[in-house]
């Protein structure tokens, strides 16, 4: 069975500092990988996703993740965060077989930036 | 293009109740999925439709919910009789492909 993991439940940070927001995941199959934004009051939105091909992606807003397959971790970037940063960001994963419309989610970082 | 839309945006009711929830996917998408999110818990899958078909419902929780997709277009998810722990958010997503899911903004459920 597929789960993910995000360590850290809540990040504050400083506006104009670097963050990064970390994310494991166990499979016993190849995923595709996501990172998922839900801003106060809004729905889920797709910040970036691995599919295959490099393991750097960029995404929007200037956020980007580093798939790293053999500590099975995608962490999260963003050298220079703003206020308008704030909000809940899920790690997610797909298989690549059957399975793949499933998405599992992971339990959420809040980040919080701080003026 | 207009997005994943959901309705209502909240629905409070007492335990025993019935609800329905409902969701248009992006006009063309043959998936619709529906997640939800309890208190404190992770996003959690429900069930996958292709066109009116379900594909997965392996996430449903039990027979309280029901779920349809009529003519493949919009979607319904009914709660009877909801139950306390039912609480929490309810998000539809829809595909054309297989890969990227686009959410909706969920409908908050209160079970008093």
């Known amino acids: 069975a597929q789960s993910v993991t995000q360590l850290d439940s809540q990040v504050p940070v400083f506006e104009e500092a670097p963050v990064e927001l970390r994310c494991n995941y166990s499979s016993s199959v190849s995923v595709y990988l996501f990172w998922y934004v839900q801003y106060p009051n809004q729905g889920l939105q797709l910040l970036l996703k691995?599919?295959?091909?490099?393991?750097l992606v960029k995404g929007i807003n200037g956020f980007e993740a580093e798939f790293n397959k053999s500590q099975t971790s995608f962490h999260l970037r963003k050298p220079s965060v703003h206020i308008s940063d704030t909000a809940e960001y899920f790690c997610a994963v797909s298989d690549r077989g059957t399975s793949y419309d499933k998405v599992i989610f992971g339990p959420g970082t809040s980040l919080s930036v701080i003026p | 293009e207009a997005g994943v839309t959901q309705f209502p945006s909240h629905s409070v009711i007492e335990k025993g109740q019935t609800v329905t929830l409902r969701c248009d996917p992006i006009s063309g998408h043959d998936n619709l999925y529906w997640y939800r999110r309890v208190m404190g818990k992770e996003i959690k899958f429900l069930l996958h439709f292709v066109k009116e078909s379900k594909q997965d419902e392996s996430g449903m929780p039990n027979n309280r919910f029901l779920a349809e997709r009529t003519g493949g277009t919009y979607s319904t998810l009914k709660v009877q009789p909801a139950e306390l722990e039912d609480s929490g958010v309810y998000f539809c997503?829809?595909?054309?492909?297989?890969?990227?899911?686009?959410f909706g903004p969920g409908t908050r459920l209160t079970v008093l």
């Open positions: 997503a829809s595909s054309l492909g297989r890969v990227e899911q686009f």
């Open positions: 691995y599919l295959s091909g490099s393991t």
